[in-house]
Nanobody, 124 residues
Framework: QVQLVESGGGLVQAGGSLRLSCAASGRTFSSDVMGWFRQAPGKEREFVAAISWSGGSTYYADSVKGRFTISRDNAKNTVYLLMNSLKPEDTAVYYC?????????????????WGQGTQVTVSS
């Protein structure tokens, strides 16, 4: 059974930092593009960041560029999202996703596997 399990969410003050983790199991994700998305109440799920299978290529939404860093450890089947300089507008449920096709993508429909999400709340 394929599983993606996120962790590391929580409540943080504006300007603070959090590191999210996504542990994958059930198949080998080392050849997959991995992505992070987020969804705030009443809003559509939006792209945050993605990383190629090797980690050599990364892509970020403009809203998080320069503040968030995506990385992966294929030996541990884990992908990370380091979030610095957090803002109240970053508050959302954050989801990890795996894309089994070649190339970085930014649309949720282009990803095949999803985690259950972890809540990030940034207070002002």
């Amino acid at each position: 059974q394929v599983q993606l399990v996120e962790s590391g969410g929580g409540l943080v003050q504006a300007g603070g930092s959090l590191r999210l983790s996504c542990a994958a199991s059930g198949r080998t994700f080392s050849s997959d593009v991995m992505g992070w998305f987020r969804q705030a109440p009443g809003k559509e799920r939006e792209f945050v960041a993605a990383i190629s299978w090797s980690g050599g290529s990364t892509y970020y939404a403009d809203s998080v560029k320069g503040r968030f860093t995506i990385s992966r450890d294929n030996a541990k089947n884990t992908v990370y999202l380091l979030m610095n300089s957090l803002k109240p507008e970053d508050t959302a449920v954050y989801y990890c996703a795996a894309r089994i096709f070649y190339g970085i993508a930014t649309m949720p429909v282009e990803y095949s596997y999803w985690g259950q999400g972890t809540q990030v709340t940034v207070s002002s």
